[in-house]
């Protein structure tokens, strides 16, 4: 079973600074990775796949990069409703497919 | 626009049983693997489950198996979530989720909640 773990746990930032959020995955995941956001009481919504691919409807301040085992989302400039918790996922070696424990998204 | 929207949720003793329904619109669900995926109170996401867009391979998280069955009903656009022997640590929301591509989980409906308690 492949790991993801992210880092930090919480990242405290203030509205327009920039915000990167790391995951790392035990083995190769090439490049089959994926970012989730989740805002309390709703759904998770995906962001990111394929590391660099914005989803549909996902604003250009939200990219992603990295390969193998290291992978970086970056938000540009924090806007009030990107606080919320990101998860990354691997879906390069299943099953399991699986996920990191979350990034929480806070003001600063 | 596209929408799952699941049901079947409730509060269970543990022990007992529940079926879960994911229903699809608005996409060709014939086409697409399906997942299951639930979220414990307070805690991250675990996927739980997935099969493929005809039915032919399902795929069960290993604290899951031998209690939960995947199926889906491509005429009724529906997948379904058996769960059996149902224990406390299965609390959580279970979402359903499309497939993209590769892999990622492109739509998600919004969740039914299950509760495990005496």
């Known amino acids: 079973e492949i790991v993801m773990t992210q880092s930090p746990a919480t990242l405290s930032v203030s509205p327009g600074e920039r915000a990167t959020l790391s995951c790392r995955a035990s083995?190769?995941?090439?490049?089959?990775l994926a970012w989730y956001q989740q805002k309390p009481g709703q759904a998770p919504r995906l962001l990111i796949y394929?590391?660099?691919t914005r989803a549909t409807d996902i604003p250009a301040r939200f990219s992603g990069s990295g390969s193998g085992t290291e992978f970086t989302l970056t938000i540009s400039s924090l806007q009030s409703e990107d606080f919320a918790v990101y998860y990354c996922?691997?879906?390069?070696?299943?099953?399991?497919?699986?996920f990191g424990q979350g990034t929480k998204v806070e003001i600063k | 626009q596209v929408q799952l929207v699941e049901s079947g949720g409730g509060v269970v003793q543990p022990g007992g049983s529940l079926r879960l329904s994911c229903v699809a619109s608005?996409?060709?669900?014939?086409?697409?693997?399906m997942h299951w995926v639930r979220q414990a109170p307070g805690k991250g996401l675990e996927w739980v489950s997935f099969i493929r867009y005809d039915g032919g391979n399902e795929y069960y998280a290993d604290s899951v198996k031998g209690r939960f069955t995947i199926s889906r009903d491509n005429s009724k656009n529906t997948l379904y979530l058996q769960m059996n022997s149902l224990r406390v640590e299965d609390t959580a929301v279970y979402y359903c989720?499309?497939?993209?591509?590769?892999?990622?989980?492109?739509?998600w409906g919004q969740g039914t909640v299950v509760t495990v308690s005496s």
């Open positions: 083995q190769s995941v090439s490049s089959n």
């Open positions: 989720a499309k497939v993209l591509g590769r892999g990622a989980l492109d739509i």
């Open positions: 394929g590391v660099s």
């Open positions: 608005r996409f060709t669900f014939s086409n697409y693997g």
């Open positions: 996922q691997q879906y390069n070696n299943w099953p399991p497919w699986t």
